[in-house]
């Protein structure tokens, strides 16, 4: 029987908890790719889809969704599947009266388009030891979009935080819609019914009536339900004095209080987004900064909130997500964050 985090856990119960066993024990064998290392095997307990398993028409996207800490959303799509009428000239320059209705699948296509330029490197800044990975993803299409995503991630030796700083660019000569979202997935034990979701008392609102019923309940964590149908909301948070919007969870009932926070640009990711499943097996709750709401590209721009990239610009995004241990930390954040 696996004793986690101080608990023992038969199998039924911890299988509730976690969608895969990956999330708390596993095994892959990898390679090295370089260095007097090449070719030399060890052993990772993580693994991701390979972009060849995409499925783009309506929900496929979730055969491939992965979890993990963070899934990235967008570039011309984010949320709900569908089609945007004002925007289907796919195909109308190639000498033929037809024209394809652009289908956008759930949540677009860039979490499974591969990297190019891919590198990492480990270096000093001063007495600061950097590690950073980086990388461009590109969603293009003849007669369409041509807009590229720039990814650097770093973490500081000795902190517990992640720092995303993408930059997202528009390479075609035509205006595109542009969505993004940043899918943070926190499950157990960050999510627990111990644990508390803090907004800094920031108002909330039901994206529709499936989750009206648990609005007095989205900032708390109910126990494994057997038939749970999601719930989303829309927290209107308000950023501090250097622009960046704080949130986080907390679980009191673990080391004395374990979480994580999130903090994120307001003026590039104007929305948080909450998705709280509490089901057996997919018991999460994400924290998603994201520039539109979730319900399909076509509502975002009837609504006027969708966003476009003119030819040659660039917006960036950053967003810190950090690991909060121990009554001290915690104080902090519920300090800062209780409203």
Known sequence: MPRLFGSDYTRAALMELVGHMDQVAGVDRLEYAEGPERNVGLL???????????????????????????????????????????????????????????????????????ARRVAADCHWDGDDYLLTASGKVREAIVFG????????ILAVAGENALQIHDEVTNHGHDSVPHMMLYHINLGWPVVAPESVLYTGGAPVEPRDAAAAPGLDACHR??????????????????????????????????????????????ESLP????????????????????????????????????????????????????????PVECEDVERRLAG
């Open 44 to 114: 990772r307990f993580r693994t991701i889809p390979h972009s060849a398993h995409f499925e783009p028409p309506g929900l496929g996207w979730l055969r491939s969704f992965c979890g993990g800490l963070v899934t990235t959303c967008g570039l011309t799509n984010a949320g709900a599947p569908g089609s945007d009428p004002e925007h289907n000239t796919l195909y109308a320059g190639i000498g033929t009266e037809d024209t394809e209705v652009v289908k956008l699948g759930l949540h677009g296509r860039v979490n499974n388009t591969a």
């Open 145 to 152: 979009e041509n807009v590229e995503l720039t990814r650097r």
């Open 221 to 266: 964590f109910e126990a494994p339900q057997a038939s749970y149908p999601e719930q989303v909301f829309y927290h209107s948070m308000t950023p501090d004095s250097s622009g960046f919007c704080h949130a986080a969870i907390v679980n009191r009932g673990l080391f004395e209080g374990f979480g994580v926070e999130i903090s994120y640009s307001a």
């Open 271 to 326: 929305q948080l987004v909450q998705w709280k499943s509490m089901k057996r097996g997919t018991y999460v709750c994400g924290l998603e900064p994201s520039n539109s709401q979730v319900r399909g590209r076509d509502i975002e721009r009837a609504a006027g909130r969708l966003r476009f990239l003119e030819p040659g610009e660039t917006v960036t995004y950053d967003v810190e997500i950090a690991v909060v241990v121990g």
